[in-house]
């Protein structure tokens, strides 16, 4: 049996119970086995590493670790070839994450979601349209299938938000306004005629700017939903 010290650091230690954060841990193992392989073993997928160390000099997760190597591990630190104009960053999202995908399309983000997808499913998703994967599962992280991804730290929505946008530097890209929260679809400006039959009085009255979604025919206008959602943005976000 083999014998190496792997030491995480930054937010890979939120995998790790108290006791084990920041602290080189032992890790026993046969031999042959690839760096990627022995640290999801610890717990870790390889969606949320960075960069890899054996003994100070940089590997790729193909490495196959000796005995007695010190293995250092540090995150990804904002996650590269994501696009800087709003549509460019795509995801799809669990099915335990409802409320996450309902806040990123606000922002207007493309955001997938269906609360009966399955594990291929989503992986697959992810792989073959180039989504970033965003779970609190993960052994999905962990699929080879699976090359961008995020595990959720929070089970709180808001905090949920806060993190993806932090985590993928998407502040910049908000664009509130412009896609459907049910479907996801991209609104189109409507004309107020068009909708009128579908409008409340009071909105009749004081409203006149109307978007639509093409997928599902929700009408959207700037309302107290609107406002919520601004609102939102100015506290949390700024
Ligand atoms: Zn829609």
Redesign the pocket.
């Given at each position: 049996m083999n014998q190496a010290t792997f030491h995480f650091y930054g937010a890979l230690n939120d995998f790790f119970p108290d006791s084990q954060k920041d602290a080189p841990l032992s890790c026993s193992f046969n031999s042959d086995q690839s760096v990627k392989h022995l640290i999801e073993a610890m717990g870790v997928p390889h969606t949320e590493v960075g960069c890899v160390l054996v003994n100070d000099s940089p590997v790729d997760f193909s490495y196959r670790v000796n005995d007695s190597e010190r293995v250092e591990i540090y995150p990804l630190a904002g996650e590269e070839g994501v696009g800087e104009s709003p549509g460019t960053t795509r995801f799809v999202v669990d099915n335990h994450l409802g409320r996450l995908a309902y806040f990123l399309r606000m922002l207007g983000f493309d955001a997938l979601y269906r609360n009966d997808y399955q594990d291929d499913e989503l992986a697959q998703t992810a792989e073959q349209e180039g989504r970033l994967l965003l779970t609190r599962d993960r052994r999905l992280l962990m699929r080879n299938q699976v090359q961008r991804g995020y595990w959720v730290r929070s089970l709180s929505p808001r905090q949920q938000i806060l993190e993806v946008l932090r985590r993928y530097n998407l502040k910049a890209q908000i664009t509130p306004f412009r896609r459907?929260i049910?479907?996801n679809?991209i609104l189109q400006p409507v004309s107020k005629e068009a909708v009128l039959d579908r409008l409340e009085p009071l909105t009749r009255l004081y409203f006149d700017d109307f978007r639509i979604?093409p997928?599902?025919q929700?009408v959207y206008w700037k309302g107290s939903h609107y406002e919520r959602m601004r609102q939102f943005i100015d506290q949390w976000l700024t």
């Open positions: 459907c049910r479907c679809g979604c997928d599902c929700q």
